[in-house]
């Protein structure tokens, strides 16, 4: 019966580097009981994605963007922030909007509950085209003071 031996650094087959066999998977068929390919290149590899750094923590979990939202795990953080002001889970024909129209601006103040309905996305389409209009004004306002100045 073969021993096997134990070691603490290993050479990756793939991309040549010396690293901790912690970077390694464990391969029983091996001498050394570790994979021939670190699991960076295993990932790469296998066209594994090497997941990204949660952009901050809230409340201890990982906040990911979620479409264009904040969310927590499944959950948008808006709806959390809703919910904890009304004191209740939010029913499913509820949905929160911004009233600013800044999605990623989730202050209590900020947000209204209201029903699902078309009259929603009649006011969702106005306030997108509100701001179309406004970033189009400012243009607008740049190209008279260039004009103006000449």
């Given at each position: 019966?073969?021993?096997?031996?134990?070691?603490?650094?290993?050479?990756c087959?793939?991309?040549?580097k010396?690293?901790?066999?912690?970077?390694?998977?464990?391969?029983?068929?091996?001498?050394?009981?570790?994979?021939?390919?670190?699991?960076?290149?295993?990932?790469e590899?296998?066209?594994?994605?090497?997941?990204?750094?949660?952009?901050?923590?809230?409340?201890?979990?990982?906040?990911?963007?979620?479409?264009?939202?904040?969310?927590?795990?499944?959950?948008?953080?808006h709806?959390i922030?809703?919910?904890?002001?009304?004191?209740?889970?939010?029913?499913?024909?509820?949905?929160?909007?911004h009233?600013?129209?800044?999605?990623?601006?989730?202050?209590?103040?900020n947000?209204e509950?209201l029903p699902?309905?078309?009259?929603?996305?009649?006011i969702d389409?106005?306030?997108?085209?509100?701001?179309?209009?406004e970033?189009?004004n400012?243009?607008?306002?740049k190209?008279?003071?260039i004009?103006?100045?000449?």
């Amino acid at each position: 019966m073969q021993t096997k031996c134990k070691v603490s650094h290993k050479r990756c087959s793939r991309c040549k580097k010396n690293k901790p066999v912690t970077e390694f998977s464990h391969d029983r068929s091996s001498k050394d009981n570790y994979n021939f390919y670190c699991k960076d290149c295993v990932r790469e590899k296998r066209g594994h994605k090497k997941r990204k750094p949660p952009l901050w923590l809230w409340e201890g979990k990982r906040v990911h963007m979620s479409g264009s939202y904040w969310a927590v795990t499944k959950k948008r953080i808006h709806r959390i922030i809703a919910e904890r002001k009304l004191g209740r889970k939010l029913k499913k024909y509820e949905c929160v909007h911004h009233l600013n129209g800044d999605k990623l601006d989730n202050r209590p103040e900020n947000l209204e509950v209201l029903p699902r309905s078309i009259d929603n996305i009649a006011i969702d389409r106005l306030l997108k085209e509100m701001k179309k209009l406004e970033e189009e004004n400012t243009k607008l306002k740049k190209l008279l003071e260039i004009s103006v100045k000449r």
